[in-house]
């Protein structure tokens, strides 16, 4: 390669050797993004990931930004969470993005957390008992600069969204995906989350809550709290019913929703497109083509 100064790289359906990888890395030290898909061709592949994860590990100590879908690192080589280690180290601090939401851990998160206290972005999964609420409180009091959050649980988890209100002020994005068994509607009305978000995170500009339990009066209160807030997505949320003007508020406010109720006639569309993201979180062999189709709206409000 004779790209010395290269910043960015993404290889998508090519089937790049881990020896290829290397060369990469030793011909563009300023590599800081990298994006790495080999989900369609993978089933077909013969070459080692564990080799793969070696070789960005070893050859790439700048890199901020990681991507990498359809690289099944093994158990027996290099898993998941042992490469994301190295390449937390090579950032020497300097991570500025991470997604560890198919491998989340109480001791990752923290190992981040320790090590990169300029994180801007951060995905994760909540699934007891690998990740627990008193790890989450801890990590995320590192995180002072962190400006985008996308958390997915799958049962209702509470108690944690004051604290990353409180420790995040820089916080302007804000996902949070419960994905439930058997998608009926909620089995209990509850304001905490929205109550918590309301109370600490008056500068967010985009807010997801996919599954929450929140009310009409929850989402009054972040109308309320939160006057920059551009986007909002409230897929699934059968208990918000858009009483009085909320509908008109929104509608006024904000830039682009999804909004869905009770009598959305496109509710049993949805309830296949979390089942698909259930699966996909928990089996990540499933084809990445099937978890692209989450990221077209499926109702879109006035924009």
């Not at 089933?43 to 080799?51: A, T």
């Not at 890199?63 to 898993?79: E, I, M, S, V, W």
């Not at 904000?254 to 497109?273: R, T, Y």
């Amino acid at each position: 390669m004779k790209l010395p100064l290269l910043e960015e790289l993404e290889v998508s359906y090519c089937s790049l050797s881990a020896e290829s990888l290397e060369v990469v890395g030793q011909s563009c030290p300023n590599l800081k993004t990298l994006k790495l898909n080999r989900e369609v061709l993978h089933r077909f592949s013969f070459f080692s990931e564990d080799d793969d994860a070696l070789a960005i590990a070893e050859t790439m100590p700048r890199l901020r930004h990681l991507q990498l879908f359809g690289n099944k690192l093994t158990d027996a080589g290099l898993n998941p969470e042992i490469m994301c280690r190295h390449v937390v180290d090579s950032s020497q601090g300097g991570l500025l993005e991470i997604d560890i939401s198919r491998f989340s851990t109480d001791s990752l998160l923290n190992f981040i957390a320790n090590r990169s206290s300029n994180l801007r972005s951060l995905k994760l999964t909540l699934i007891s008992p690998r990740v627990t609420i008193e790890g989450l409180k801890e990590a995320i009091g590192k995180l002072p600069l962190l400006e985008e959050l996308e958390i997915t649980e799958f049962e209702m988890w509470g108690g944690y969204l004051k604290v990353v209100g409180q420790s995040c002020p820089k916080l302007k994005t804000l996902k949070l995906n419960c994905i439930r068994i058997g998608f009926g509607p909620p089995f209990y009305l509850s304001d905490d989350d929205a109550l918590a978000i309301a109370e600490t995170m008056h500068g967010l500009r985009n807010l997801k809550l996919l599954g929450n339990s929140l009310t009409d009066d929850g989402l009054k209160a972040i109308l309320d709290n939160c006057p920059d807030l551009e986007h909002l997505d409230l897929g699934h949320c059968l208990n918000v019913n858009f009483s009085g003007d909320l509908e008109k508020r929104c509608s006024e406010r904000i830039k682009f929703q999804i909004l869905f109720s009770q009598q959305n006639p496109e509710k049993a569309g949805d309830d296949l497109l979390l089942l698909i993201m259930e699966e996909e979180i928990c089996s990540p062999s499933r084809s990445h083509d099937t978890l692209n189709t989450l990221d077209k709206p499926h109702k879109q409000g006035r924009s």
